[in-house]
């Protein structure tokens, strides 16, 4: 998968490779319990920063001094999915509509939260930065079948879903105010 422009490889320090693997739970042609039982098969790739605001911060004080920011503008990020099952005849339609669902999972930055504070040391210049970290996934739909193996069912899919807010002071490299 291609690297977000805005997180640029090494600019968050949340920004790695993850494990291929927690488990083997729902992995392709191993076994399984349930004949019909359905479920995903979901590797974890990369978690990275997403920034979406930042505020100029400097220090020309010869102590460290407290940096905050307040958030002028509200910021969501949104995984929404949902699922419904389509029958025939009564029962079924009774069991489509009790039996369809929908997830939605939000995180925000809101309208006059306060981004800090952080210690800016004395002389020096950053930025203060905030967004979301997000998680990248490869997912592949599975059912169990009746040789009690997992087989994967339809085409393999990405998904990069928010996990958190999420904000630091950047530093820029040492500045000369001739003190």
Partial sequence: MPV???AAPGSFAGDFELPQRWNDDYKPETRCGTPGKTGTYVTASRRWFKQTDAASVANLNSESIPVTQT???TRTQ???TSAKAKGEGELAKYLTSAY?????YQVHW???QVVGPYQLPPH???RLVWGFTMLDTDNQDVRCGA??????????YYASSPEARYSE?????ATDYGF
């Fill in 100 to 104: 369809g669902f929908s997830y939605v």
């Fill in 169 to 173: 002071l950047r530093l820029d490299p």
């Fill in 147 to 156: 040789d009690q193996l997992w087989h994967a069912t339809g085409k393999p």
């Fill in 4 to 6: 977000p422009a805005s």
């Fill in 71 to 73: 958030v002028k503008t």
């Fill in 110 to 112: 809101s309208l006059n």
């Fill in 78 to 80: 949104t995984t929404e």
């Fill in 124 to 126: 020096r210049e950053g």
